[in-house]
């Protein structure tokens, strides 16, 4: 891991250089994509069954084919272990209780009676239809069906297709079950930019969606990219990510253990470690080797951290704060003995882990908030996945007859200072006639 210091007069360019994300998705990705979405919009479920064989290893006979039905969803609960079962029960019982918090905290419609007597208001409503893209590539992430399609359902969206690679045409038990625990509709297998283009567009069998949610790899983010407008999405997901603030009190192999749990998403994953105790990051290098050593994902981890992965040496508690806000990283621990005394002065990240004991890995399975969050320093303007993402916000304005008039003369006014004088004459017409 890479070493560096606030004290430093280079430090700002050096901290810039190490998170950049630009370019991590090449032009010919792009115009890759842009072929598959064109294919598929031209041809429907003919391109779907073409990319099918070209990229997950199968022929299937028919559309119908990679459309896994209900009681297969069901049936896969039966076909799992006895732990991982009860695994997603647990996780799909948790997130949808938080989503339901969220829901009653901030998902309600609203309205008053201002003292003209204009009824004013907002108006909350799900969306009909969500697509949800589960990964399958380096390994299958039935997590990811949980952290979108519930938070969709408590939403009350009505309909929750997932799509999913699987090579040779078999998905995974565990990924239906999951599904099947987070109330999802419709299950296709699907994978890449090409189902990305038939939840955007639809085709002769596909139903389109009005957003699009969960990550991918470059080509589904490249896809999402690409619909975006024709469709709502979630976010563009980069490489995941994790800053660990760390003292001197915080268990070195915690922390440790929590930057591999990171650096084996991908070889692009970026696990930060920030202290003022420079022993602390001195404990941190020394221990490495021998904990990665041990890891059957060794190869990505020792790749992720050798390219990505920072020690960084805060002089000041300020400085220490400054870093946090300007990486606005995915997941922020906060492995100190106070920290909530931190909150304060944090603006920027995706999910924070306050204390030892609230290791990021808990927020990625069972803690309950949605594990998809805004990544590559988009944290400074996006926020979790939540019930809020999949709501319609609609603006209700009901006037009465006396108040309209009254609010419509200061209408008519601004509206022929930006010469408008439609709009003013609209607004005139409410109060010079009286009715």
């Not at 991982?84 to 647990?90: C, I, K, S, T």
């Not at 283009?197 to 085709?203: C, N, W």
């Not at 990625?364 to 590559?376: E, I, M, Q």
């Amino acid at each position: 891991m890479r070493r560096l210091s606030t004290r430093s007069a280079q430090f700002s360019l050096e901290l810039s250089a190490s998170i950049d994300h630009a370019g991590l998705i090449a032009p010919e990705v792009h115009q890759t994509v842009a072929e598959i979405i064109r294919a598929v919009r031209e041809t429907g479920d003919q391109a779907l069954l073409h990319y099918a064989e070209q990229f997950d290893d199968f022929k299937p006979p028919s559309i119908e084919s990679l459309r896994v039905s209900p009681s297969e969803m069901a049936a896969a609960c039966e076909l799992i272990s006895r732990p991982v079962d009860d695994a997603l029960r647990l996780a799909a019982e948790r997130v949808g209780d938080y989503h339901q918090r969220q829901l009653e905290a901030l998902g309600q419609s609203w309205e008053f009676e201002d003292a003209l007597g204009n009824v004013l208001g907002q108006r909350v409503q799900p969306m009909a239809r969500v697509g949800v893209y589960a990964p399958g590539g380096k390994a299958c992430y039935p997590s990811t069906v949980l952290m979108t399609a519930i938070p969709a359902k408590v939403a009350g969206v009505a309909s929750v297709v997932l799509m999913a690679p699987a090579k040779g045409g078999a998905m995974s038990p565990v990924l239906l079950a999951a599904a099947h625990y987070a109330g999802v509709d419709e299950v296709w297998i699907m994978g890449g930019a090409q189902a990305i283009a038939a939840m955007a567009y639809g085709t002769q069998s596909v139903l389109s969606v009005d957003k699009i949610c969960g990550p991918g790899n470059v080509f589904v983010t490249a896809a999402k990219k690409q619909v975006y407008g024709d469709v709502g999405i979630d976010m563009l997901a980069g490489p995941s990510e994790v800053l660990v603030v760390a003292d001197d009190s915080a268990r070195v192999d915690w922390v440790i253990a929590d930057l591999l749990a990171q650096a084996e998403h991908d070889e692009q994953a970026q696990s930060i470690v920030v202290s003022q105790s420079a022993s602390f990051l001195d404990a941190v290098q020394a221990g490495l080797a021998d904990m990665v050593a041990a890891q059957p994902r060794r190869a990505i981890i020792e790749d992720s951290l050798r390219h990505r992965g920072l020690l960084i040496h805060a002089e000041t508690a300020e400085d220490l704060i400054s870093v946090i806000n300007r990486v606005a990283p995915e997941h922020l621990e906060l492995a100190i003995n106070n920290p909530e005394g931190l909150l304060p002065d944090i603006r920027s990240a995706g999910a924070i882990f306050l204390g030892q004991y609230s290791p990021e890995v808990l927020g990625d399975y069972t803690a309950g908030p949605s594990h998809v969050l805004p990544t590559s320093g988009t944290a400074r303007f996006a926020s979790a996945l939540g019930v809020y993402d999949f709501q319609l916000k609609q603006s209700l304005i009901h006037c009465s007859a006396d108040g309209g008039r009254e609010i419509a003369k200061s209408a008519a006014v601004l509206a022929e200072e930006e010469g408008l004088y439609a709009h003013a004459l609209s607004a005139a017409k409410r109060f010079e006639t009286g009715e």
